[in-house]
């Protein structure tokens, strides 16, 4: 997971790997913590080019992950795939000098989305490690039509139907509903 500079010389170069997800600290916390399992090795496939003393990386990650249904605790096996650009910058940015106003603001590497390197090697692991992070669902639901758990008796909706009243709850205002003006 590691560019070598050298291996930059001209044209694209076209990576692939396939690693184990332990290698990757952020998402052995995730399996130890209980958030997903993954089922699948991380399969990359990653484009580089050079452009002066930038690194323009395209790629695609993708993976299989086990995860718990936000609606109706079921387990449930989940690919994830991410799509992604990153620049790389191995010297930061000179900050222009110029008659500067008040409403002028001086803008960062990271502001412009560079990552800065040193050496003659890229490290991917934190970046690859990352856009599999952003690649999760930010609700993760089994299927579109899942209907949950009952609040009342805990009856997996999907498989059974139970006898309890789900008509939501009289609110604060419910007394006005009666008053006649």
Do not use: W
Request: aromatic share 6%.
């Amino acid at each position: 997971m590691h560019i070598r500079l050298e291996e930059l010389t001209e044209g694209m170069l076209g990576l692939k790997f396939e690693e184990p997800p332990e290698s990757f600290p952020v998402l052995t916390e995730m399996v130890d913590s209980g958030v997903c399992e993954f089922l699948a090795p991380l399969k990359a496939a990653l484009r580089a080019q050079r452009i002066g003393d930038m690194v323009e990386i395209e790629g695609n990650i993708s993976t299989v992950v086990r995860m718990n249904c936000g609606r109706c605790l079921q387990s449930f096996a989940k690919p994830l795939e991410s799509n992604f650009a990153l620049a790389y910058s191995q010297k930061v940015p000179a900050p222009e000098q110029s008659g500067s106003s008040k409403e002028e603001v001086e803008l960062t590497a990271e502001d412009m989305g560079l990552i800065y390197f040193q050496g003659e090697e890229i490290n991917l692991k934190n970046e690859i490690q990352e856009q599999v992070v952003l690649a999760f669902p930010l609700r993760t639901i089994c299927k579109p039509d899942c209907r949950g758990l009952c609040p009342k008796c805990g009856a997996d909706l999907n498989t059974e139907e139970c006898d309890c009243d789900r008509s939501p709850p009289a609110g604060k205002f419910a007394a006005l509903k009666n008053l006649k003006l």
